[in-house]
């Protein structure tokens, strides 16, 4: 089966860099803006339209700052939280109006013009923190805390931490910035290393140094784990959801001539083959380890639609009435050499990105499988109009059991010199033409690397 390859180019590094090492980094989900933070215990805010530095966080925390949050649908302040290895999570505040009630463009108070070519006019950017508040810091965990993760609604915030536990924060939004602790997981058996929401549903993902992918649930009052997936023969470092269907709808008329949907990576010799969609599909999670495997769970649905791969390995369930069956649905092709240490599934083109300890970045597509499309007379199966949905003038229906495959797209070698890869993500990217209003340019897609050499590297993902 002939598929779309991609390559991966250097795009600009963020600038200035810090001389230390750096952890992670997190894309705004709706301004062209990402907050870096590593060992010198400085957030910094960078512009994805030029990629220098507009913005400067100090002052919160003791430690190594490991990695960093936005608070989603916040409209009249930007909220970010960090986790970091003095056992605290910090919420910083900025009382900026983000958006135009009337039209969702971006508006600045301060702006030096009305592009995005700065998004604060913050004056001196050595002076600590601008105009950020401290708002409150999270004081609970007994150790390092390893990751933060924002519900999609923005009224929860789990932490996770090296003492074995997950925290659960409810934001009473009560304009004193109060924080209510609203469970305490303790479940894993080591070491937290990674929680991530789903996108749309309050369900929670961990994973840990127990070999472990956990996924919690609020039952009545009380959550609790509904599943616990095995599978993995090391550390779990990195977790992430796939994203809706809706999501990933590019459409045609708007496409850049380079630029990547879904549908570029679904090929099969000269035509498109059909997509499943994922609206008709139960969630899945990334997940990707020590063991040098990336890997795809599955929740099965009852009844399910969809074959069980014969190798799949069933989650550990705790009987529950809000339990879960989850399923290994693919182990992805392996390409790294040492541990793994981030995994990042882009919302817009449905491709996955890895990178780790062998500095290696890597991109991986998903196409169904060749025997479940054609079937033994080697023709397209013609479903029936039931349930039916159109896809390049092909159609696919839910009630045809049809397989994927992973492959690799591309490798880039030493993205970071001899340096480790800490962390992958993908980005909405701000169109520098776009001078008139500087809206996030919805067709174009950047990729984000975060090294142990303190710089973040900003690259694109073209058809080849």
Same mark, same amino acid.
């Given at each position: 089966m002939a598929s779309c390859k991609v390559e991966i180019l250097h795009l600009a590094d963020l600038t200035p860099a810090p001389q230390e090492r750096l952890w992670h980094s997190s894309p705004? !989900?709706?301004? !062209?803006?990402?907050?870096?933070?590593?060992?010198?215990?400085?957030?910094?805010?960078?512009?994805?339209?030029?990629?220098?530095?507009?913005?400067?966080?100090?002052?919160? %925390?003791?430690?190594?700052?490991? #990695? #960093?949050?936005?608070? +989603?649908?916040?409209?009249?302040?930007? /909220?970010?939280a960090t986790a970091s290895f003095d056992a605290t999570v910090g919420i910083w505040k900025r009382w900026d109006r983000l958006l135009d009630n009337s039209t969702g463009i971006p508006h600045i108070p301060g702006a030096v013009d009305s592009g995005m070519d700065k998004i604060f006019a913050t004056g001196d950017e050595n002076e600590e923190s601008d105009d950020w508040t401290f708002a409150v810091l999270l004081d609970g965990h007994d150790s390092e805390v390893k990751s933060v993760s924002w519900s999609s609604s923005g009224s929860l915030l789990?932490?996770?931490?090296?003492?074995?536990?997950?925290?659960? @924060?409810?934001?009473?939004?009560?304009?004193?910035?109060?924080?209510?602790?609203?469970?305490?997981?303790?479940? %894993?058996?080591?070491? *937290?290393?990674? $929680?991530?929401?789903?996108?749309?549903?309050?369900?929670?993902?961990?994973?840990?140094?127990?070999?472990?992918?956990?996924?919690?649930?609020?039952?009545i009052d009380d959550w609790s784990q /509904?599943?616990?997936?095995?599978? %993995?023969?090391?550390? *779990? @470092?990195? /977790?992430?959801?796939?994203? +809706?269907?809706?999501?990933?709808? /590019?459409?045609?008329? =708007?496409?850049?001539? =380079?630029?990547?949907?879904?549908?570029?990576?679904?090929?099969?010799?000269?035509?498109?083959? !059909?997509?499943?969609?994922? =609206?008709?599909?139960?969630?899945?999670?990334? #997940?990707?380890?020590?063991?040098?495997? $990336?890997?795809?769970?599955?929740?099965?649905?009852? !009844?399910?639609t969809f074959p069980i791969p014969q190798d799949s390995i069933p989650g550990t369930i705790r009987t529950r009435s809000i339990e879960e069956t989850w399923v290994q649905e693919s182990v992805l092709p392996g390409e790294h050499d040492l541990s793994i240490y981030s995994v990042s599934w882009s919302k817009r083109s449905g491709l996955l990105a890895s990178t780790g300890a062998d500095g290696k970045i890597v991109i991986y597509g998903e196409r169904p499988k060749l025997s479940h499309l054609h079937g033994d007379s080697g023709e397209l +199966? $013609? +479903?029936?109009?039931?349930?039916?949905?159109?896809?390049? =003038?092909?159609? $696919?229906?839910n009630t045809l059991a049809i397989e994927t495959e992973w492959h690799i797209l591309s490798t880039i070698e030493a993205a970071h010199g001899i340096h480790e890869v800490n962390h992958v993500c993908w980005a909405k990217r701000g169109n520098p033409d776009s001078r008139l209003d500087g809206r996030l340019n919805q067709q174009e897609e950047i990729l984000l690397s975060t090294g142990d050499n303190g710089i973040v590297r900003a690259w694109e993902v073209v058809k080849r």
């Open positions: 705004h !989900p709706q301004l !062209p803006i990402i907050a870096t933070c590593g060992a010198d215990k400085i957030i910094r805010i960078y512009s994805l339209l030029n990629f220098t530095l507009i913005s400067s966080i100090s002052g919160g %925390h003791k430690r190594s700052v490991r #990695s #960093s949050a936005w608070k +989603p649908n916040s409209r009249e302040e930007i /909220v970010l789990a932490t996770c931490s090296r003492d074995k536990s997950i925290w659960i @924060w409810e934001d009473l939004e009560d304009g004193e910035s109060n924080f209510e602790t609203i469970a305490v997981l303790q479940d %894993h058996q080591g070491d *937290v290393k990674c $929680v991530s929401w789903h996108p749309e549903d309050d369900c929670l993902a961990s994973g840990g140094y127990d070999n472990t992918i956990r996924l919690w649930r609020e039952d /509904v599943a616990c997936l095995n599978g %993995h023969e090391g550390t *779990v @470092w990195s /977790v992430d959801w796939e994203a +809706p269907a809706c999501s990933r709808v /590019v459409s045609d008329s =708007n496409k850049e001539n =380079n630029a990547l949907d879904t549908s570029d990576i679904l090929r099969t010799e000269g035509e498109l083959s !059909p997509m499943i969609d994922t =609206n008709l599909r139960a969630p899945r999670l990334a #997940s990707c380890s020590d063991d040098k495997t $990336v890997r795809i769970w599955r929740k099965l649905s009852a !009844p399910s +199966p $013609v +479903p029936s109009n039931k349930g039916a949905i159109s896809i390049e =003038n092909i159609q $696919v229906t």
